[in-house]
């Protein structure tokens, strides 16, 4: 779960661009292009407004990881081991990455909605990802933290789902294990292959030369009679 939740840190790091993008989502208007807004809210903020929002990004995304991988295992050994042993692999794989993502995204809703808010929003709706989550509560209960949801379910699920199909995502040693013996032999099928029919046309090659070569010797030879 610790090593999972890396997904806080490495969408942390990225934090700038996410800054950016949403408040060029809200306002094409408000920056004319990507450097330009990171030199303003530098010159403004410093920093610590390029990297705003950081906090709720990284609290939930560390939440998102430990939830979308830890709960990927267990899917796949229900859906592949319990209840569908003799059920293609693949749709095992997709089964458990849509049902693993399904639960990371109620993990991640909540953190997400401050962060947008606190992004999108000048002056910003909060300072802090504390400060944000008192706020929603106060106005609007704890509903106003999955806000979103639905959305976030439709573009999280189906990219979590189509990553195995790339062999990038969770899938990717299974199914290695399981074709790895037939992929080593296709490869040598293929390296066999390339190798002889390179090995045939350098002796094509070759012949051709010769014949050339004796052709042109023929030739001076016949001239040389003359």
């Not at 002056?123 to 949801?149: M, Q």
Request: aromatic share 14%; net charge positive.
């Amino acid at each position: 779960m610790v090593i999972h939740s890396a997904c806080g840190p490495t969408h942390t790091s990225v934090a700038p661009l996410d800054l950016v993008k949403c408040r060029r989502q809200v306002d094409p208007r408000i920056y004319s292009s990507n450097i330009t807004a990171w030199r303003t809210i530098y010159a403004k903020e410093g920093l610590r407004g390029v990297f705003f929002g950081w906090s709720p990004t990284f609290v939930g995304y560390c939440f998102q990881g430990a939830g979308k991988y830890g709960f990927y295992e267990m899917f796949k050994y229900q859906y592949g081991e319990k209840l569908f042993p003799n059920l293609n692999k693949t749709v095992v794989f997709l089964g458990a990455s849509a049902s693993a993502e399904f639960i990371a995204d109620l993990l991640l809703c909540p953190f997400e909605a401050i962060k947008v808010r606190m992004q999108t929003t000048l002056p910003p709706f909060a300072s802090t990802l504390r400060e944000g989550w008192s706020k929603i509560v106060a106005k609007e209960g704890y509903g106003g933290l999955y806000k979103g949801l639905y959305p976030l379910w439709g573009r999280q699920i189906p990219y979590t789902m189509g990553r195995p199909t790339i062999l990038v995502l969770f899938p990717t040693k299974e199914w290695a294990d399981s074709n790895s013996q037939s992929s080593l032999r296709h490869l040598r099928r293929q390296l066999h292959t390339s190798t002889t029919r390179w090995a045939n046309r350098r002796r094509a090659i070759m012949v051709c030369s010769r014949l050339a070569s004796r052709s042109w010797q023929d030739t001076l030879r016949a001239l040389a009679v003359r």
